[in-house]
């Protein structure tokens, strides 16, 4: 038999006459004769069986998630979903909109919708608790007024739009170069938008600008302006104002933002005392998009919009991150009470307690042996991090009672068998299953 390299070498080139019959349209009968000399070289080859190996791809756009990452992943959306729905959110599945998007559609008084927005946005970051955090807010109209009166061309607003935003990853040094550099800005207009988006702060800032004399003269501006002010309003009411900042270096470079945007950057704390905390990186981020859906609807009806986007691969990896550095260990499953067994001989009665268990609605587990010792089932739940252990012995059986042990505290007490359901409940906080 010829050797491996020359056999493989072989198979190339008869796969290649395959090919080339085939492209040439000739006869069935010689495409299947070379075929048949092709599966014959084949079957050669794969007679090395010590040398066949199987590599198992994840499909291009997708990975795989270990059971650690999956449990992180359905915490995070469990705190992003609970968020949703408390604010009266309905849920749809479309490749647009997701779990991690919340959107308000219809046509409502000025800033309401909007600061609902980001009172969520602040109460799912708070819950998830990855870390301090600062909301930055504008309006577009505030951008598009500021350009017009620093004389920036109308064809030049959204690329220098695009130079702006940039600001919170380089100094503004570096976007002006860009902008009178690669972008042939005049450098005066230039630095008259520099003196305007390096500032940041809360509603005095907005109050300030109002009393611009030339920004103030801008229709645009005027009525971002407006609805900032009023936006802040609402935000104090909704105790959140204190995560809140006006930047005007904030620009979102999407086109189809209309109004008021913001975006959300964790906080790195300062290297010295009085330094400013330092953005680290956007986590969630939305705005107000009045024409968008109606480019969409048949009869080009306008539906004015706001929404957020929650930054959920951002998130997990801060998440998981921190639990590795934390050395955390993460419960991979919902067990709520594992059922053990404390002598031999004793696996029909644990079949019927998981059974009961199961029926009324409790997750629970048991080890699949027919006689386990109890130290290596005690052992298991510590691990998975199972917070209570069901166990069965003969004298519990005797006396009609199960022994609960707190894994935590490995505390036991003897609970009758009708009253086990109930006392599950009462220590791991599940309510009544309605099956």
Request: charged residues 30%.
């Amino acid at each position: 038999m010829a050797d491996r390299a020359t056999l493989e070498e072989l198979v190339r080139l008869q796969g290649e006459r395959v090919r080339g019959l085939k492209q040439q349209k000739a006869t069935a009968e010689q495409i299947e004769e070379e075929v048949s000399k092709l599966l014959k070289l084949k079957a050669q080859l794969g007679a090395d069986e010590s040398k066949q190996k199987f590599v198992l791809k994840t499909p291009k756009g997708t990975r795989d998630y270990s059971p650690r990452q999956m449990a992180v992943r359905e915490k995070v959306f469990d705190v992003i979903i609970r968020c949703f729905k408390r604010h009266g959110a309905e849920v749809i599945d479309t490749p647009v909109f997701e779990l991690k998007d919340f959107d308000i559609a219809g046509q409502f008084d000025p800033m309401i919708p909007d600061a609902e927005c980001l009172k969520i946005m602040c109460e799912i970051l708070s819950s998830l608790q990855i870390g301090d955090f600062l909301i930055k807010v504008n309006d577009r109209r505030i951008l598009d007024g500021m350009f017009a009166i620093c004389g920036v061309p109308d064809s030049k607003f959204r690329t220098i739009c695009s130079s702006v935003d940039k600001l919170d990853k380089v100094s503004w040094q570096e976007v002006k170069n860009e902008m009178v550099g690669e972008k042939g800005l005049a450098p005066e207009v230039a630095d008259h938008i520099g003196d305007y988006v390096q500032q940041h702060g809360g509603v005095s800032l907005v109050e300030q600008l109002l009393q611009d004399p030339k920004l103030s003269q801008n229709k645009q501006a005027l009525e971002g302006l407006g609805d900032v002010k009023l936006l802040f309003e609402y935000l104090t009411l909704f105790g959140i104002d204190n995560k809140i900042s006006f930047d005007l270096s904030l620009a979102r470079g999407l086109d189809y933002y209309t109004g008021v945007i913001y975006e959300a950057v964790l906080l790195q704390t300062p290297a010295q005392a009085g330094e400013e905390p330092l953005g680290v990186g956007s986590v969630a981020a939305g705005g107000r998009y009045d024409g968008l859906v109606g480019m969409f609807d048949p009869k080009g009806r306008k539906v004015p919009c706001v929404g957020l986007s929650i930054g959920v691969e951002r998130i997990f990896s801060i998440v998981e991150q921190r639990l590795e550095t934390l050395e955390e260990k993460v419960r991979t499953t919902e067990t709520q009470v594992f059922v053990a067994s404390a002598q031999k001989k004793l696996l029909e009665e644990r079949l019927k307690l998981v059974s009961e268990l199961w029926d009324a609605g409790i997750k629970a587990e048991l080890l699949y042996k027919k006689n386990p010792k109890l130290l290596n089932q005690l052992q298991y739940c510590e691990e998975a991090g199972i917070p209570l252990v069901a166990i069965i012995g003969e004298q519990e059986l005797k006396d009609g009672v199960i022994k609960l042990r707190s894994v935590a505290s490995r505390e036991e007490v003897d609970i009758r068998r009708e009253d086990l359901v109930e006392e599950i409940r009462r220590r791991t906080n599940q309510p009544l299953c309605i099956c």
